[in-house]
Each structure stands twice: as C-alpha cells, then as structure tokens.
C-alpha cells in the first residue's frame, strides 16, 4: 500500500497561468477527494468522484476549476487563469465505499502547495 | 449546511498529561460521522479515531477517546499519556451518512483546527 500521492509538491507560478495537479489514489479505493487548504485554516471540500462519475461539486469550485478521473484511477485538478487567492495547499484524499457498503474513512496524500506570484 | 467549530486554536500540555480538545458540530441531520484528523508538521492528514453518531458508546484507540454528546452535539477528543509525537494540528470534521440509494453529500466539513503543543 503506497497510499495516496499527489504530484507535484509544490508549484510556484505567476498570476493568470493554468496549473494541473495530479492525484493518484490508493489502487483499491473508488472514490476520490480534492480540498483545499489555507494557511491556518482546515480542509474546505471542493469536489469528489466515485470511479469516474464526479459526483458532487462544492459552491468554492469556481468555473476557473475542473477536475477529472477519466479512468476512474487517477485524478487531475485544473486551475485556470489563476489568481492569488488560489494560493492554497490542494489535497487529495481516497476511500473505499459504494451503495451499501459502510463509509470507509478518507486517507490523504501529502498535497500540493500552489503559491501565485 | 453543516458547521464544525473548534474555540481552541491552540493548547499545551506537558509531556504525559492528558489533554482534552473541543469540538462542536450543528447539523439537521440525525445520522452522521465523526471524525479527529492529525496533521503534524509533514502536512500529511492522519484519521486519529472516528464515531458514528448511532453509536453511544464512545470511540477508543488506544491513548486516544472521544467523548460524543448527540444531544449537545459535542465531540470532544481525549488523549491521555501525551507524548512529543502527538504535536500537530488536530481537526475534527463531520460527514453525512449517504444514503442507501447512493450519492449525496461525501465530503468532509472540517473545523479551522487547534494547534497541540506537547511540552518535555
């Protein structure tokens, strides 16, 4: 179990260019999680996927943002034309569940630090 | 929506005390989860323990308890014997039960965190 990695770990770019982030879960778990974390603050939830299907989008994922899972293995998280409020740690979370199975707890990668010059 | 408040942003105990962090939650719903989350200064989110708000019976791992209070929606984290690897920020978040039918809401609400000073 390699657990969930995140690529890469830190990104510095200017003001008004695209970044991707990549997440790769832990192989076994179907769903997927992307937060975002500011300095002081805890995770706030953007967006998650259950195998590829993304199922629910919070109101902070802005149209500037899309995420993908296009396999259902691994996950890109996209940020156009960014801004310095994006300037955040973005983190990747994956868990085990479906329709009748209990919720299994979310497990996270080391995260990405986006800094916006 | 759901709200997770956490009043203190930082607390410090001597190496081997117990310390108590506080947690409170407002939601409508009447089955949820719990959760503490650890994030020392690698930044890596580790679950500490976990309760289902169906269950009375409080959680227990090892150094580590919960005391849950449904009805004051209150979800307080115990952690006895501290010792220096404990240091970090601890988040207490809240999930939804998902409905047998599947979908709904999946992600974590978090609290803003309090930061956990273990002093020798």
């Given amino acids: 179990d390699t657990g969930v990695s995140q690529d890469p770990r830190h990104k510095i770019t200017k003001r008004g260019q695209n970044v991707t982030f990549r997440c790769d879960p832990i192989s076994e778990h179907n769903?997927?999680?992307?937060?975002?974390?500011?300095?002081?603050?805890?995770?706030?939830f953007l967006t998650y996927f259950?195998?590829?299907?993304?199922?629910?989008?919070?109101?902070?994922?802005?149209?500037?943002?899309?995420?993908?899972?296009?396999?259902?293995?691994?996950?890109?998280?996209?940020?156009?034309?960014?801004?310095?409020?994006?300037?955040?740690m973005y983190l990747c979370a994956s868990s085990l569940g479906g329709t009748l199975s209990v919720n299994q707890p979310q497990h996270f990668g080391d995260g990405t630090r986006l800094s916006i010059l | 929506a759901q709200t997770v408040t956490q009043s203190q942003p930082e607390m410090s105990v001597q190496e081997a005390e117990t310390v108590t962090l506080s947690c409170t939650y407002d939601t409508s719903e009447s089955d949820y989860y719990l959760f503490w989350y650890k994030q020392p200064p690698s930044r890596q989110m580790i679950l500490v323990i976990r309760q289902e708000a169906?269950?009375?019976?409080?959680?227990t791992e090892n150094r580590f308890s919960v005391n849950f209070q449904k009805a004051a929606k209150s979800f307080s984290l115990k952690i006895s014997d501290s010792q220096l690897g404990d240091a970090a920020m601890y988040?207490?978040?809240?999930?939804p039960t998902l409905p047998y039918s599947g979908g709904g809401a999946d992600g974590l609400t978090f609290g803003k965190g309090t930061h956990l000073i273990i002093q020798p």
């Fill in chain 1, 31 to 44: 769903r997927l999680y992307w937060y975002r974390q500011t300095l002081g603050q805890g995770p706030e």
């Fill in chain 1, 50 to 88: 259950q195998n590829e299907a993304q199922l629910e989008k919070s109101r902070l994922l802005s149209d500037r943002f899309s995420a993908e899972r296009p396999k259902g293995s691994f996950s890109t998280l996209e940020i156009q034309r960014t801004e310095q409020g994006d300037s955040a």
């Fill in chain 2, 54 to 59: 169906y269950k009375q019976q409080n959680a």
């Fill in chain 2, 91 to 95: 988040f207490c978040a809240y999930r």
